[in-house]
């Protein structure tokens, strides 16, 4: 597996403050650039054929911010300079087919904001430093401003940047990127596992061993239902409005929260156990169109994100195998393949050798078999 995990995060909650006021009008100007650019690579592609990028964008951002967009001047450059850099980030992945193209967003739905330079970090307070205008001296002077955040845990390693980060309920956040990656690893197990994915059962593991989902969203359902019919029996715009879409969103944070919690756990047992860990790779966007709610209930794409980072943590060796290998049909056991076998076929006997299979189960042999064998299957 590739090292594509060179730093480490560290999450404080930002205390709630009059001052945090601040975040949300930077928050709002970003969502200005995001859009003034995105829209600028826009029209220089209809007019020549192909996108400006990055070291086109940050000097005419510069000329903005002289003439026609001085009001962006009391936000760090460096600030600014990120949102340019994360948009044509955005470009280089869709020209390599891993995402679409960037768009415009509303003021309230950009979330964050990266900070390399302009701050200092004490115990349990970040300064940051803005610029106001000062109206004696006529020019914009450095306005440095202490915020303070709950440090429950102290951060290793040098501080690469920091990010300031607004959640769905309006709360602040701040993240501390170190290159800090030292950790102790698990000890070795000499065990290998394949991994298959399921509605039914969220995984099952070629040693037999099934893991069921909670469902959080679907156990908070009639929660969820009931704060959406309190929202829409308010008047839109109007102070209890307010309240009532806070209270939902709250709810949907909850059930975010409570399965990433569970999938953290699940990830770090699964490390534990095992020296490989072996995925498949799943079209999910098609199979939200069949299956909707109960394939976002799950979120398998948002746990092998957190598999990969556990196994890079502790050493472990990850591998996903393509999404067109065969793996539900071919017998674990002689490799025929059972061209009959349908979704409602939970259990079924192999025609050639006469073997009996859990569906599941042999899936998840044949991918891990896929991976230590990398041959091409019979569809």
């Not at 020209?95 to 950009?110: Q, S, V």
């Not at 715009?237 to 999938?263: C, F, I, M, P, T």
Request: charged share 25%; glycine share 6%; with cysteine.
């Amino acid at each position: 597996m590739q090292n594509k995990h060179t730093c480490r995060t560290y999450k404080y909650k930002i205390r709630n403050h009059r001052k945090n006021k601040k975040f949300g009008n930077m928050m709002d100007d970003l969502a200005d650039v995001h859009n003034h650019f995105v829209r600028l690579e826009q029209r220089y592609y209809r007019i020549y054929g192909k996108y400006a990028g990055r070291y086109k964008l940050q000097p005419h951002l510069t000329k903005l911010l002289q003439t026609t967009k001085k009001h962006w001047a009391w936000i760090p450059r460096d600030t600014l300079d990120a949102v340019i850099i994360r948009i044509d980030t955005a470009y280089q992945r869709m020209f390599d087919g891993l995402g679409g193209r960037p768009k415009k967003k509303r003021k309230g739905k950009y979330r964050s904001a990266k900070f390399q330079s302009g701050y200092k970090l004490e115990n349990g307070r970040v300064r940051i430093s803005f610029k106001s205008w000062n109206a004696s001296k006529q020019k914009l002077v450095f306005d440095r401003i202490w915020f303070s955040f709950h440090q429950h845990r102290d951060w290793n390693g040098t501080v690469k940047y920091i990010q300031i980060l607004r959640d769905s309920v309006g709360e602040y956040w701040l993240y501390i990127v170190t290159d800090d990656t030292s950790t102790e690893p698990f000890a070795a197990t000499g065990e290998s596992v394949g991994i298959d994915f399921g509605l039914k059962t969220f995984l099952t593991l070629s040693n037999g061993e099934k893991i069921d989902s909670p469902e959080f969203l679907k156990q908070s359902l009639s929660k969820l239902r009931s704060a959406n019919k309190s929202v829409s029996r308010k008047q839109k715009g109007s102070n209890n409005w307010y309240r009532a879409v806070l209270e939902l969103v709250q709810l949907y944070r909850k059930v975010a929260n409570q399965r990433l919690d569970w999938q953290w756990k699940i990830a770090t047992k699964l490390c534990r156990k095992f020296d490989t860990l072996v995925t498949e790779t799943l079209n999910i966007e098609g199979m939200k169109r069949l299956w909707g709610r109960k394939v976002s209930d799950l979120s398998f794409s948002q746990f092998v994100t957190i598999l990969e980072y556990k196994c890079f943590k502790h050493n472990r060796t990850f591998h996903k195998i393509g999404q067109w290998t065969s793996t539900t049909k071919p017998c674990s056991d002689c490799g025929h393949s059972n061209k009959n076998l349908s979704l409602s076929d939970r259990q079924w006997i192999c025609s050639e050798c006469g073997s009996h299979h859990d569906r599941d189960i042999n899936a998840a042999i044949n991918i891990l078999r896929a991976a230590c064998y990398p041959v091409v299957e019979q569809m």
